[in-house]
Structures are given as structure tokens and as C-alpha cells.
């Protein structure tokens, strides 16, 4: 601060006055100023801007019409700028995560704050290279907030502020935060317990001392379950929750615990255990096939036992739309996946309808229904009047027994009684009955060498044929793909041709070697006919069947291919023989 006293306005009036500064010598109004009025007398001046620790030179001024004049000068040195003067608040509010501390700047040191804060870290003597609030400017005192502390630590905090100078710092205090313990909590009961669901929840009392990050229920069938099985998430905090439980299964003890994270770890409630209730399974019905005029094939899937043990399982059907257990049924195992039922005893060209079953504790469950229509009979007759059963196999119609015919279509006679030699001799086509008994001929039918099945004068009846290998191949083949083999076994579709009665003790008809009897579920009724020798005698009665085809074994051989069906063996094997054996034949619908 300075000024000046205009002692003579010159003979015309002061229209300026004030000092002037410079850090040169001679300062002029050129330089920087004051204005402090007009006239003569005293006045004061304030000097601004100024530098510290440096000289300046300072002379009063007073302008009029004549000029500006100038007093003496004087000059001073401003003082240096020094560090500012501050102490650090004490440590408050102290939590596991925060803090609050602060300080009092009291003295600027000659210039500005332009920064103010704390510091703090784990270290002793904190720097602005640590962790720093900002909290302004200017001297006075100033709140600061410590964020993201570990719990149970020790930190050490002073306050700072920066001035030209540079940064000073208060003295150090130090503080230890909270630690964190496990959140307290407590599991609701369970309500509104379905077969599939459940609800629950819990209530956190405490937080322990840190943010409760997640919480929810956990749950399943052993005790103390945990965030690692299933779980709930139902947000964050503290104060009660709900849960819903899902993804239950029927007839099931489960064991529920609610949880809570914190920076601590996993907390859990006390223990609470529910029953979901017994339901009927679930099961479904099994496309139908393998249709006969007397049996059919289907079953089913247990996807689901309910809870409860599946004490049986099966098909039922009848002529109603829907049929249950008191009407005709299987019974085919017990427990959960699929299985097997064959329908046997139906009435031929009748239509059924049929639902898989599965019962449980809860009762007996019923899947979806399907419908078929068994074959209708169907007869044809041969020159000699014989009558024959015929049945469809999946677009083949074939005859169900044995040729029986003593004459060729045109009524010319087969020729018979052959002794041994002449049999063997023969290439003519004749046929034979197995040891010349009648009673073989009307239940196992005629044996006749291939010079019969392919003369041009046929066997078979009008609109009918000799099968040749590939007829017998696409039987097969359908069996095979169409559920008629015994365990999914394509070699095992001899049970499904084989007659239920005709042959002896064998794996055919079940009670040697195989646990499966025959069924005839494909309708085909094998005999075991045996056949004549090319050498005239006969062999095999009731444990093989034969028959033949048209093709040869090659061309102009002395072989043509045969089938047959053993009673050891389960399947339908092609063996070439002489063309003068006696074998079955099967015809085939043109």
C-alpha cells in the first residue's frame, strides 16, 4: 500500500491522480497503475498483481491540462511465498470400506491454494503419490471422504495443500478399519410346495460390517446345501427376501438355507427341510407296428416316475377310445425308459386303440392314444380245392401254410411216389409227403424238389407265384426294421415267423438255451416240415423248416437257394441245395 498528497493542482484541476509501479526505475502511467480519484490532498493507493520476493520502484502521479507530474520515487521488495500452514482432522466415521477425515489451512504461505485434499495409505508418511481426495481451494477448513479401504487395516492420513511453493502436508494420524464378519441371517420357511417348486427366502439382520453383495436361497437333497448346488439370486442388502425354488422333482426330500456374501465370505440361515409331493409319472405311447390279423406291437417311455417307484408298466388297448388296466393289458417290467409290449389274441379287421401305463404310488398314468386296425383274413384256394390262410407283412401278402397241391395250375398232376432211387434220379418235377403219411401232409403240407417250383406249368394259384431270394430278403428286412426281432436283434426275427405249436423243444419256442418263446407276432407261421434227401430219405420233422425260392444259385447250376428256420437257431438262414431235395413251399401274392 502506498498513495501521495497533490500539493498544487498547477493553476488547473486534477483530472488523475494515483501511483504508479514498475520493477524498473522512473515507473510512468505507462506502467501499471491506480486510479484514486481527482483534486489535490492525500489519497491512498493498494497495489495488486505483484510478485513475490521482488523489487519494484513506486511514484506517485497527478495529471492536469498540462500534463502529468510525478512524485519521488520510492521502491520495496515483496515478501517470498512459503509453504502453507495446515493440520489434519481427526479420524471419524470409521466403517470396514471408509473413513472420514479433513484438515484446517490457516495460513496460505503468500499465495494461492490451489489444491487441497488428504492422502492416506498402509505406509507410514502418505504422499499425493497415494490415495488423494481433491476437496478445493483457498485456506480454511475442508471435509474429505475415504472410499474403498480394506476392513480390519491399518491406514495412515495427512492433509495436504498446494500453493506455488508446492505441496505441504499435516501431521500424520492413523485409524484401523472395521472388520468385516459374516452377515447374520435366517431362512424362511418353505410355502406353496408344488411337485416342481417351491417358495422361500431369508431376512439379513446384520451386514456384518460389509455390503451384502448377493443373497438368495440355496437348496438340495443332502443337508448343508450350498451356493455351489442351486441357488437363488435376490438381489443385494440386507432385510428379507423371497425366493422361488424351481426345477424340483416329485416324491423328493430337499434341505433349503439362505445365504449372504460379504467382503467376509458366504454366510448361511439355519436349515429347513420340504417334501414335494408324489405325482402320477409321465409316459408315452410307442408307434405301433408289426400288425398281424391276431397281434400287434407297440409300448412305451417312462420319462418320469413321479417321485415314487414305478411298480408297472405296460399297454392297454380295446375297442373303446380309451382303454385302462381293467381292459386287456401287458405288464412289462417296472421303473423309469422304455419298453417293449406285444399284443396278441386280437380280433382280425377290428380296429383297437391303445394307451402305454405307468403306475406309481400316486395311481396309474396314462399316455397318449393310438389307434390300428388288425389285418383282415384273407383265403385262397388251389386246383386240389385246399383252402389256405393269407397274410400281409409289410406290402407282401403271403400264404400262412405250406402248399398243399398235388396238381400244376393247369390241372396236370405232379409227379409222386418216388422210391429213393427214382427220386434221386428224377428231373422231373414231383413232390413228396415226409414218411408218406397223410397226417404230415394236412399239417406240415407236400415236400416238392425245384424242378416242380419252376416248371412252367406252376405250383402256386392264380394271381400267386414262387418267392424267389429277393421276396425272402424284403421280409426279412421289414421284420428286421419293424420291432420283430427279440431285443432289438435283427437274427432274432425267427421267433416272430416261427408257429407257436408244431415244434419241438427248441430256443425257437423258448424252453431251451433262449428266454424268449415264439410269438408269431409277423403271422408267417412257420412249420417245421423237414425235408426228403436227394438220396430219398426224410429228416428233420419238427426242428426245421425249409422252403424254397425260384432263383438258382447260379445259372444252369445244380443249386438253387433255399431258406430255412431251425429250432436252435434264431434267425432265417439262405443255404444253396441240390435242386432234387424235397422242401416247403410259401407262395407269394403277384
Not at 411337485?195 to 443373497?215: E, H, K, W
Not at 438381489?235 to 439362505?258: D, E, K
Not at 421276396?471 to 419293424?482: E, Q, V
Not at 447260379?554 to 435242386?579: M, R, T
Request: net charge negative; proline share 3%.
Amino acid at each position: 500500500m502506498s498513495g501521495g498528497n497533490v500539493t498544487s493542482d498547477g493553476g488547473a484541476a486534477v483530472t488523475a491522480r494515483g501511483i504508479c509501479w514498475s520493477t524498473s526505475a522512473n515507473p510512468t502511467i505507462t506502467s501499471s497503475k491506480t486510479t484514486d480519484g481527482t483534486g489535490t490532498g492525500s489519497f491512498t493507493s493498494t497495489f495488486t498483481g505483484l510478485t513475490a520476493g521482488t523489487t519494484y520502484y513506486v511514484r506517485a502521479y497527478a495529471t492536469n491540462s498540462a500534463g502529468t507530474g510525478y512524485g519521488n520515487q520510492l521502491t520495496f521488495t515483496t515478501n517470498p511465498v512459503i509453504g502453507a500452514t495446515l493440520t489434519t482432522a481427526a479420524v471419524t466415521s470409521i466403517t470396514a470400506s471408509s473413513a472420514v477425515s479433513g484438515g484446517t489451512i490457516t495460513n496460505d504461505g503468500g499465495a494461492s491454494i490451489t489444491a487441497r485434499g488428504i492422502c492416506w495409505s498402509t505406509a507410514t508418511n502418505p504422499t499425493l503419490a497415494d490415495n488423494k481426495t481433491s476437496d478445493g481451494t483457498g485456506t480454511g477448513t475442508f471435509i474429505s471422504n475415504m472410499t474403498g479401504l480394506t476392513d480390519n487395516t491399518t491406514y495412515y492420513v495427512r492433509a495436504y495443500a498446494t500453493n506455488s511453493t508446492g505441496t505441504v502436508y499435516g501431521n500424520q494420524v492413523s485409524f484401523i478399519t472395521n472388520k468385516i464378519e459374516l452377515a447374520i441371517l435366517t431362512t424362511t420357511d418353505v410355502t406353496s410346495i408344488t411337485s416342481s417348486g417351491a417358495v422361500s427366502g431369508g431376512n439379513i439382520t446384520s451386514d456384518g460390517g460389509g455390503a451384502v453383495t448377493a443373497r438368495g436361497v440355496c437348496w438340495g437333497t443332502t443337508s448343508n446345501p450350498t451356493t455351489a448346488g442351486n441357488k437363488t439370486s435376490d438381489g443385494s442388502g440386507t432385510g428379507s427376501f423371497v425366493s422361488n425354488i424351481t426345477g424340483l422333482q416329485p416324491g423328493t426330500i430337499y434341505f433349503v438355507r439362505a445365504y449372504a456374501v460379504n467382503g467376509a465370505g458366504t454366510a448361511y440361515g439355519n436349515e429347513v427341510s420340504f417334501s414335494t409331493p408324489v405325482v402320477l409319472a409321465s409316459v408315452s405311447t410307442a408307434a405301433i407296428t408289426a400288425v398281424t390279423t391276431t397281434s400287434a406291437v407297440s409300448g412305451g417311455n417312462v420319462t418320469s416316475t413321479g417321485g415314487s417307484v414305478v411298480t408297472a408298466r405296460g399297454i392297454c388297448w380295446s375297442t373303446g377310445s380309451s382303454p385302462t388296466i381293467a381292459d386287456s393289458h401287458t405288464v412289462d417290467g417296472t421303473g423309469a425308459g422304455t419298453f417293449t409290449s406285444s399284443m396278441t389274441g386280437l380280433a382280425p379287421n377290428t380296429t383297437y386303440s391303445v394307451r402305454a401305463y405307468a403306475t406309481n404310488s400316486a395311481g396309474t398314468a396314462y399316455g397318449n392314444t393310438l389307434s390300428f386296425t388288425t389285418q383282415q383274413i384273407i383265403t385262397v384256394t388251389d386246383i386240389d380245392g385246399n383252402v389256405y390262410d393269407v397274410i400281409e407283412i409289410g406290402g407282401q401278402v403271403w400264404m400262412t401254410e405250406n402248399l398243399k397241391v398235388s396238381k400244376y395250375r393247369n390241372g396236370d398232376p405232379i409227379l409222386t411216389g418216388l422210391i429213393d432211387s427214382e427220386w434221386n434220379s428224377t428231373t422231373t418235377g414231383a413232390y413228396a409227403i415226409y414218411n408218406n403219411s397223410n397226417a404230415n401232409n394236412d399239417i406240415y403240407g407236400k415236400l416238392y424238389n425245384w424242378y416242380a417250383v419252376t416248371d412252367s406249368r406252376q405250383l402256386c394259384p392264380v394271381g400267386w407265384r414262387m418267392p424267389n431270394n429277393n421276396d425272402w430278403t424284403i421280409l426279412a428286412t421289414y421284420l428286421t426294421n419293424n420291432g420283430f426281432g427279440f431285443g432289438g436283434s435283427g437274427d432274432d426275427i425267427g421267433k416272430s415267423m416261427a408257429a407257436t405249436s408244431g415244434w419241438n423243444e427248441s430256443a425257437v419256442t423258448g424252453t431251451v438255451g433262449n428266454d424268449q418263446a415264439s410269438n408269431n407276432s409277423s403271422g408267417f407261421s412257420a412249420l417245421p416240415a423237414g425235408f426228403r434227401n436227394y438220396n430219398g430219405s426224410f429228416t428233420y420233422l419238427g426242428n426245421i423248416g425249409f422252403w424254397w425260392t425260384s432263383s438258382e444259385q447260379e445259372p444252369g447250376s445244380g443249386n438253387a437257394i433255399g431258406k430255412y428256420l431251425q429250432n436252435d437257431l434264431p434267425g432265417l438262414v439262405s443255404p444253396a441245395y441240390a435242386k432234387n431235395k424235397g422242401l416247403s413251399v410259401r407262395c407269394i401274392k403277384e
